[in-house]
């Protein structure tokens, strides 16, 4: 076989994956702009966000302590309101958006300065948080599904909390499957533990005769400024999570795909999605949960959500690539044992050494540890099927987002052919306890 498939390159050299849905603990410079960082400005001038220092910090919630944070500024005039979108659009089930808020100043009306937005809107917020100042001089928390006008008020929490003190705040929004109108939201306040349960909301659930969201939800806005005396409240907000379950297990995973790493630069060629199945740690190894996130291209690490496995002992599934039929990587396990997952969450670092897979399965690679690929047909080998199939893409210039570009570069060529020729000299394939 081996020495086919250097008569097939020979011949070429010579005719030619639910992520979390969003998450930002502003760990960034001080005095950056926000829309440095992912976030887009839709409405307003004035009073840009910034990222300021210090960030919030509450017990056991992920991000406290992490990074920086931002600052809502309380004014009449026109000031700048911003956007995040989520990795993926939801149209159903529930979706949860957690922070840390610590309110300093607010008017006895109050108003929103936190909500959802659908993917296709700037303006229809929905799963609106509100916050005002009451006659006790303490902080009421509100929520209202979405527009509110003379009949259809922000819900509100009693005013127990406390100006400058840091609170977690939940807004969830449940799609209902009846009328174009049931949909919920619920809000939750925390001023201390937050449970591994989902608990009775805080405020809500609310349920008006308003419009459902259409046709998704698929970004998380900050607002600030308004006019006459419905100011937003003058705050600080950190540690903002969206995610699709009450108490997900989050796992950051860092990984490197071999034909995508640069060990020059130490990082990827490109940014790209990886699905991660929840594997029962005994045997039969039923999937059991699955993510699917980005792994960036310059930290090598993704943020796994997973919804519904409970706790318990379970291997990673690695499969490059979220469809199926863009794969090209050998699906790679977990080391030997599994892992504990619990509501927690944690980390898990493929690239540290190559026992962190099962059966040492990777490649060292200037000191990283890579997750083979090439495998283009995904029979969980790469052979000499595979490498036809690139020397066929590269001698018709294939080019774009497709199995055979082994490298990340958009181009199906002689690179891409070596690499898969490699891998099949030493017969790279799967290694699993199945």
């Keep these: ?25 502003f760990n960034y410079q001080a005095g950056d702009s926000l829309t440095q960082h992912g976030w887009t400005a839709f409405s307003g001038s004035g009073f840009a966000l910034f990222v300021t220092s210090p960030g919030l910090t509450f017990p056991g919630y992920p991000g406290s302590g992490v990074g920086n944070a931002t600052t809502l500024t309380l004014t009449s005039s026109s000031a700048q309101d911003v956007s995040k979108p989520f990795t993926s659009n939801i149209s159903s089930g529930s979706v949860y958006a957690s922070f840390m808020v610590k309110v300093d100043t607010a008017t006895s009306v109050g108003n929103y300065f936190a909500s959802f937005l659908p993917s296709n809107s700037i303006s229809n917020y929905f799963g609106r948080v509100y916050a005002r100042i009451a006659d006790n001089g303490n902080v009421a928390f509100g929520i209202s599904k979405s527009s509110t006008n003379a009949t259809i008020l922000a819900s509100y929490s009693d005013s127990i909390y406390a ?20 949909d919920e939201v619920s809000l939750f306040v925390f001023s201390g533990a937050l449970p591994l349960t989902e608990p009775s909301p805080t405020v809500g659930p609310v349920s008006t005769t308003q419009s459902d969201v259409s046709p998704d939800l698929g970004k998380f806005a900050l607002r600030q400024g308004a006019s006459g005396s419905s100011l937003t409240p003058g ?21 490197a795909v071999q034909g995508l790493y640069n060990s020059g630069s130490g990082t990827l060629n490109i940014s790209d999605t990886v699905i991660v199945y929840l594997r029962n740690g005994s045997s039969p190894f039923n999937v059991v949960d699955s993510a699917v996130s980005v792994v960036d291209s310059a930290s090598l690490t993704g943020n796994f959500e997973f919804d519904n496995a409970p706790d318990g002992n379970y291997y990673f599934d690695v499969v490059y690539r979220k469809s199926p039929q863009f794969r090209n990587g050998i699906a790679t396990w977990s080391k030997n044992g599994g892992e504990n997952i619990t509501r927690a969450g944690g ?3 493929f690239t540290s050494a190559a026992s962190q897979a099962y059966g040492n399965n990777q490649q060292l690679n200037a000191g990283v540890y890579t997750i083979y ?32 570009d082994v490298n ?25 306890p199945l």
Aim: net charge negative.
């Design 1 to 25: 076989m081996k020495k086919l498939i250097l008569i097939f390159c020979f011949a070429f050299i010579t005719s030619t994956s639910f992520a979390q849905l969003l998450s930002d603990n």
């Design 163 to 182: 100006k400058g003190t840091t609170y977690v705040v939940v807004v969830k929004y449940k799609f209902n499957t009846g009328t174009t109108s049931d």
């Design 235 to 255: 705050a600080t907000v950190d540690g903002i999570r969206v995610t699709g379950a009450w108490n997900p297990s989050i796992w950051n995973i860092k990984l």
């Design 347 to 349: 980390n898990y670092d």
């Design 373 to 404: 690929n090439g495998d283009t047909d995904q029979d969980g080998i790469v052979d000499l099927t595979d490498l036809i199939s690139t020397l066929n893409s590269a001698s018709v210039f294939t080019s774009g987002y497709v199995n055979t």
């Design 408 to 432: 990340g570069d958009d181009q199906v060529n002689l690179s891409d052919v070596l690499i898969v020729y490699n891998n099949a000299s030493i017969f790279v394939s799967s290694v699993t």
